[in-house]
């Protein structure tokens, strides 16, 4: 699977918009985009995935850049509740294990 | 309601003793896993299982051992032989396939050796 880069941390005002970049240069024709997103002390969850086209979901919007090399996930109206460790994650999207490989993600800090 | 659990929410164990994490899931996934999480670090996978009496290892096996008697359930054992045991460990399960390959995750275990 191929490898991300993220930010370590970011702030953002309660009721704004969190833009999160992550940069996937290395990524493979066939591999997806998955981000996750983890609050503290519980296990990760699932916002989004796509492979080339924007995806729009209850939670949150993703946009791939045409190259596929990096892609931002954006939260249009952050709350306090968003607050979190979010990982941009590259995978196959297929049976062969479906295994996930976290790198450190971002710090979404969102303040009032 | 469907989910995943894991159980204990903290254990706390002495050095030198075998101690198994437990996880239960009733999704009907056939997909199982096992995590390991160290303070400000990412998730990395300890063991993996695809299907019933199968699993392989994942990238820090080592010190581990799990075992895959039915769909439902993936126990981690936690040996003597890893050598810094303390961790959070989360457990997740998901479909073989499926359009969104989606992991869901339990609650995990937050393990302390004394």
């Known amino acids: 699977d191929a490898k991300t880069t993220q930010p370590p941390s970011m702030d953002c005002a309660e009721g704004r918009a969190a833009n999160l970049p992550c940069n996937h240069s290395?990524?493979?024709?066939?591999?997806?985009v998955y981000w996750y997103r983890q609050i503290h002390s519980q296990g990760p969850q699932y916002i989004i995935h796509?492979?080339?086209n924007n995806e729009t979901n209850e939670m949150a919007s993703l946009i791939i850049t045409e190259d596929r090399k990096s892609s931002t996930l954006i939260l249009p109206h952050a709350t306090l509740r968003d607050t979190a460790v979010y990982y941009c994650?590259?995978?196959?999207?297929?049976?062969?294990?479906?295994?996930?490989?976290f790198g450190g993600g971002t710090r979404l800090m969102v303040k009032p | 309601d469907g989910g995943i659990t894991q159980s204990p929410k903290y254990l706390f164990r002495k050095e030198g003793q075998n101690v198994t994490l437990s996880c239960e899931q009733n999704?009907?996934?056939?997909?199982m896993y096992w995590y390991r999480q160290d303070p400000g670090q990412g998730l990395r996978l300890i063991y993996y299982?695809?299907?019933?009496?199968?699993?392989q290892k994942g990238d820090i096996a080592e010190g581990y051992s799990v075992s895959r008697e039915k769909k439902e359930s993936f126990p981690l054992t936690v040996t003597s032989a890893q050598k810094n045991p303390t961790a959070f460990y989360l457990c997740?399960?998901?479909?073989?396939?499926?359009?969104?390959?989606?992991?869901?995750f339990g609650p995990g275990t937050r393990l302390t050796v004394l």
């Open positions: 997740a399960s998901s479909e073989a396939g499926g359009p969104r390959n989606e992991q869901f």
């Open positions: 290395t990524i493979s024709g066939n591999e997806y």
């Open positions: 796509g492979l080339k």
């Open positions: 994650i590259v995978r196959l999207n297929n049976n062969a294990g479906n295994m996930l490989t």
């Open positions: 999704l009907n996934h056939d997909a």
């Open positions: 299982s695809q299907i019933v009496n199968d699993f």
